[in-house]
């Protein structure tokens, strides 16, 4: 279930007054475009409440890894064409296309949040921004909502809405804007699958 959420993020914020909202959210897209590395800590809530806690990278453009905590122990990789999804460090992978959905496609683009045309909203709650994403030909795909601070802009996490309406959360924490990622988090290593 978490990996089949996590393909629709990667195949892939009470309101403001309205003379507010267009530079608050020139802001968040400020922010979001400078961003060219990120590290954290996450804790994901599953659609019946489960979690699962890991770490999260993010190099742009498009590339992530997730790797949770044992027991778990998945990794999620995106890459520029694939989304892989392994069981474990070095166990055989799953590929899907990261452009598949979308929002994928958004993601893994240069195209910023107050320009993109998956913009379905801008809310400013207190101390919280949320920006909405979602497909407007096709409402029941799914949505994709990121969270930030506000106005201190940091990335907080996101809420995903699957096709069955089904909602997974992402709360990120101790949150880093690191000069470079080494290549090799992004790397699909199935070094052990020949062995099983």
Request: proline residues 7%; charged residues 20%; without cysteine.
């Amino acid at each position: 279930m978490a990996g089949r959420l996590l393909v629709f993020v990667i195949a892939v914020m009470l309101a403001a007054p309205a003379q507010a909202a267009p530079e608050g959210l020139r802001q968040i897209a400020d922010y979001f475009t400078a961003i060219e590395n990120l590290q954290a800590g996450f804790l994901q809530i599953g659609p019946n409440g489960e979690t699962a806690r890991g770490d999260f990278y993010y190099r742009k453009p498009g590339q992530m890894r997730f790797s949770y905590n044992p027991p778990n122990g998945q990794v999620v990789i995106a890459g520029n064409t694939w989304l892989t999804i392994q069981k474990k460090p070095g166990k055989e992978a799953n590929y899907y296309p990261l452009k598949a959905s979308p929002l994928g496609r958004f993601i893994a683009s240069d195209e910023r949040l107050d320009e993109t045309d998956y913009l379905a909203s801008f809310d400013v709650f207190e101390g919280r921004a949320v920006v909405t994403l979602m497909d407007k030909d096709k409402p029941r795909a799914g949505r994709l909502e990121l969270m930030f601070s506000f106005p201190e802009i940091t990335l907080l996490g996101w809420r995903v809405s699957d096709m069955q309406q089904q909602i997974t959360q992402i709360h990120l924490s101790h949150v880093k804007q690191p000069k470079s990622l080494p290549n090799l988090l992004f790397f699909v290593d199935e070094s052990e699958t020949e062995f099983e």
